[in-house]
């Protein structure tokens, strides 16, 4: 579904945050990106979006280059991110946040998404009318994934979904991460909790100062010698 071949891409010209990565997802599977702060993860999920200038290499999303292509186009071909922070706006409702997430699709359908994502999310349910700065921070973070999800996605980008929340919100999370896989949405997922991310992928790639450096079945990189002690402080 998405392949990055010898993909390049920086913030300035002649200095490059990612080098050369090659990484392929398919359709309805779970893959995470792990590595230290500061190994470009972030930028990787900006630069599939657009949001970071292209130097070299290829990128295709359903056999489609997005080489060139503005953010929004990218998400009208079923492409969304839900960035580090989640991104909500705090002055407007829940509902109104849960709106601006349907923008692509017709306004017959909206209505729609708009109750599916609601049942999905009973809390969102009960705040409808309260403004999203109000919400709690797993509240928000539900909110930003189920305003993604408003656009009916086929690849649901979602960059540092547990950073900030307690335990056992970051519980539910990953617990709905996986249960999305059943509604036909593959995830391409950025994670600090290196363990919990594997955990619940398919596979993963291991980036490192801008570059792949480990690529395998997840389940496999959890219990690599040198993923472990490099990541989960494990001997």
Do not use: H, W
């Not at 280059?65 to 839900?82: A, C, E, H, K």
């Not at 309260?130 to 189920?146: H, K, Y």
Request: charged residues 20%; proline residues 4%; hydrophobic residues 40%.
């Amino acid at each position: 579904m998405l392949k990055l071949a010898d993909f390049s891409s920086g913030y300035r010209k002649g200095f490059m945050a990612l080098n050369g990565v090659s990484l392929d997802v398919a359709a309805n599977e779970i893959a995470c990106i792990v590595g230290s702060n500061g190994s470009g993860k972030t930028t990787l999920l900006r630069s599939i979006m657009g949001q970071i200038p292209f130097a070299s290499g290829e990128i295709e999303f359903t056999g489609n280059s997005l080489i060139g292509l503005p953010t929004y186009q990218i998400v009208r071909q079923g492409m969304v991110l839900v960035p580090e922070g989640r991104g909500t706006f705090p002055s407007l409702t829940v509902r109104e946040n849960l709106q601006m997430g349907a923008y692509t699709l017709p306004r017959g359908e909206q209505q729609a998404c708009l109750d599916r994502e609601m049942d999905r999310f009973p809390v969102l349910r009960e705040r409808a009318n309260s403004r999203a700065g109000m919400l709690s921070g797993g509240q928000q973070q539900m909110l930003a994934i189920a305003r993604a999800m408003m656009s009916n996605p086929r690849l649901l980008l979602l960059d540092e979904p547990s950073q900030g929340l307690a335990p056992i919100l970051m519980d539910q999370i990953f617990a709905l991460i996986s249960d999305l896989k059943s509604s036909n949405v593959t995830i391409l997922l950025v994670e600090q909790d290196v363990g919990r991310a594997l955990e619940i992928s398919d596979r993963g790639f291991v980036l490192e100062k801008g570059r792949i450096t480990r690529s395998d079945k997840a389940s496999t990189l959890l219990n690599d010698a040198y993923v472990r002690e490099a990541f989960l402080g494990l001997q």
